[in-house]
């Protein structure tokens, strides 16, 4: 073919030369223009998401500004260099308790931002706050980043974003309650008062589990980390049972996307295309660090066993119940708008060369905060073991538990 199409264009230009009429000519097609450039706020910006938020839109040339109290960066600095406001999401409160510091929203008045990413917002009286003074000055977009818990259920089937939303008694309180029970009826009212706020320009992103490099809770962390560990590895559940997820970088530059293209509504965060086969993610995070061997252990017999329920493993959960259309939300909206999801491969390899790092970052700053007590004469902070994961059954309760599965004569599945 291409030896064909030199060919002819050479007896092109030979028959053009001879007869001195114009060649034809396919115009070139024009380059794609380069998406505009954005001021964009994020209210945050330190946590998880935020740092590879910022990190996309820098890459795409944007103008970046974070808000927040500033505590964070004393531990875990910013690797980039953007402008930084500070304040507090309460207007009624300062950044922190130092003579001066600043107060509310102060450092916001004035001024002016294209897109406004909201990563930080739980309680709808400071939302309502962020989103009214923003709009005022200019901003066309909120991007408000809410969450699956929002939902009322879990449809069977796949629920998407017209499933009931969840709603609060009380819907001014502003504690998450003993077992998060407010988390997403108060997610809801933030939203609401985004849609308020700017009825034209509201983004209402609800993401599940988020996870990837970065991730602070360690629940999807745990099972890469796990199969490192090497030997037999408890595998809950059944290798069929569904599984989502979003990756921390896809979501982020997804945010980038939809601030560029200005694309508003509400869409479910989450991947991946379709849910996942438990079987086939623990299958990976094995082939990534080789030495474990899954022995599967049934939902039922682990609930008998004290090991059951929503919190018994970190991501996973038995697709029984209320829980039946956990993992098994539609994502449609999201895919048509862009959203994006990278091979689970490339999460579990990411999280294997990031962890053993963030390890040894949580001894030094656990170091650092216990000498600076002592160094004030005040109680040491009453911080986790830095050593270990956060969440999931200790490997000593994993290996009772595959001990007693064993012990009663149940095969290995």
Same mark, same amino acid.
């Given at each position: 073919?291409?030896?064909?199409?030199?060919?002819?264009?050479?007896?092109?230009?030979?028959?053009?030369?001879?007869?001195?009429?114009?060649?034809?000519?396919?115009?070139?097609?024009?380059?794609?223009?380069?998406?505009?450039?954005?001021? =964009?706020?994020?209210?945050?910006?330190?946590?998880?998401?935020?740092?590879?938020?910022?990190?996309?839109?820098?890459?795409?040339?944007?103008?970046?500004?974070?808000? #927040?109290?500033?505590?964070?960066?004393?531990?875990?600095?910013?690797?980039?260099?953007?402008?930084?406001?500070?304040?507090?999401?309460?207007?009624?409160?300062?950044? *922190?308790?130092?003579?001066?510091?600043?107060?509310?929203?102060?450092?916001?008045?004035?001024?002016?931002?294209?897109?406004?990413?909201?990563?930080?917002?739980?309680?709808?009286?400071?939302?309502?706050?962020?989103?009214?003074?923003?709009?005022?000055?200019?901003?066309?977009?909120?991007?408000?980043?809410?969450? =699956?818990?929002?939902?009322?259920?879990?449809p069977a089937h796949g629920g998407d974003e017209t499933t009931r939303l969840a709603k609060l008694a009380d819907p001014t309180v502003e504690t998450m309650g003993e077992q998060f029970e407010n988390y997403g009826g108060a997610?809801?009212?933030?939203?609401?008062?985004?849609?308020?706020?700017?009825?034209?320009?509201?983004?209402?992103?609800?993401?599940?589990?988020?996870?990837?490099?970065?991730?602070?809770?360690?629940?999807?962390?745990?099972?890469?980390?796990?199969?490192?560990?090497?030997?037999?590895?408890?595998?809950?559940?059944?290798?069929? *049972?569904?599984?989502?997820? =979003?990756?921390?970088?896809?979501?982020?530059?997804?945010?980038?996307?939809?601030?560029?293209?200005?694309?508003?509504?509400?869409?479910?965060?989450?991947?991946?295309?379709?849910?996942?086969?438990?079987?086939?993610?623990?299958?990976?995070?094995?082939?990534?660090?080789?030495?474990?061997?899954?022995?599967?252990?049934?939902?039922?017999?682990?609930?008998?066993?004290?090991?059951?329920?929503?919190?018994?493993?970190?991501?996973?959960?038995?697709?029984?119940?209320?829980?039946?259309?956990?993992?098994?939300? #539609?994502?449609?909206?999201?895919?048509?708008?862009?959203?994006?999801?990278?091979?689970?491969?490339?999460?579990?390899?990411?999280?294997?060369?990031?962890?053993?790092?963030?390890?040894?970052?949580?001894?030094?700053?656990?170091?650092?905060?216990?000498?600076?007590?002592?160094?004030?004469?005040?109680?040491?902070?009453?911080?986790?073991?830095?050593?270990?994961?956060?969440?999931?059954?200790?490997?000593?309760?994993?290996?009772?538990?595959?001990?007693?599965?064993?012990?009663?004569?149940?095969?290995?599945?």
């Amino acid at each position: 073919m291409l030896r064909g199409g030199l060919a002819a264009a050479a007896l092109g230009l030979v028959h053009s030369a001879c007869s001195k009429a114009a060649p034809a000519t396919t115009p070139a097609p024009k380059p794609a223009e380069p998406p505009p450039k954005r001021r =964009i706020l994020i209210l945050g910006g330190t946590g998880f998401l935020g740092p590879k938020t910022v990190e996309a839109a820098l890459a795409r040339g944007h103008t970046v500004t974070i808000f #927040n109290r500033g505590k964070r960066e004393k531990i875990q600095p910013l690797e980039f260099n953007v402008e930084h406001l500070y304040g507090n999401r309460d207007p009624n409160l300062t950044a *922190d308790d130092a003579p001066g510091s600043p107060k509310g929203l102060e450092q916001l008045v004035g001024r002016e931002f294209d897109v406004v990413i909201d990563n930080s917002g739980y309680f709808p009286r400071m939302v309502k706050a962020s989103a009214e003074l923003l709009a005022k000055q200019g901003a066309k977009q909120y991007i408000f980043i809410s969450s =699956i818990s929002a939902y009322d259920e879990n449809p069977a089937h796949g629920g998407d974003e017209t499933t009931r939303l969840a709603k609060l008694a009380d819907p001014t309180v502003e504690t998450m309650g003993e077992q998060f029970e407010n988390y997403g009826g108060a997610k809801v009212l933030c939203e609401q008062a985004v849609q308020a706020a700017m009825p034209a320009g509201a983004t209402i992103v609800r993401p599940g589990y988020i996870v990837g490099p970065g991730d602070p809770t360690d629940r999807f962390t745990y099972w890469p980390m796990r199969a490192a560990r090497g030997g037999d590895m408890l595998a809950p559940g059944a290798p069929d *049972d569904p599984l989502q997820w =979003i990756d921390v970088r896809d979501l982020a530059e997804w945010l980038v996307r939809l601030a560029e293209q200005g694309t508003t509504g509400a869409f479910n965060a989450i991947g991946p295309a379709t849910p996942a086969r438990w079987g086939d993610v623990l299958e990976t995070c094995v082939a990534a660090a080789p030495g474990a061997k899954l022995v599967w252990v049934p939902a039922a017999w682990l609930e008998n066993a004290g090991q059951g329920g929503e919190d018994a493993f970190p991501i996973w959960v038995a697709p029984t119940g209320k829980f039946v259309g956990f993992h098994r939300w #539609n994502n449609d909206r999201a895919e048509a708008a862009g959203l994006t999801f990278r091979p689970i491969d490339n999460t579990v390899k990411a999280i294997l060369d990031w962890f053993p790092k963030e390890l040894e970052r949580r001894v030094r700053v656990t170091h650092e905060l216990t000498e600076a007590a002592k160094a004030k004469g005040t109680p040491p902070p009453k911080l986790a073991d830095p050593t270990k994961l956060r969440v999931a059954p200790t490997f000593e309760r994993e290996q009772e538990l595959l001990a007693k599965w064993r012990a009663e004569g149940q095969p290995a599945k």
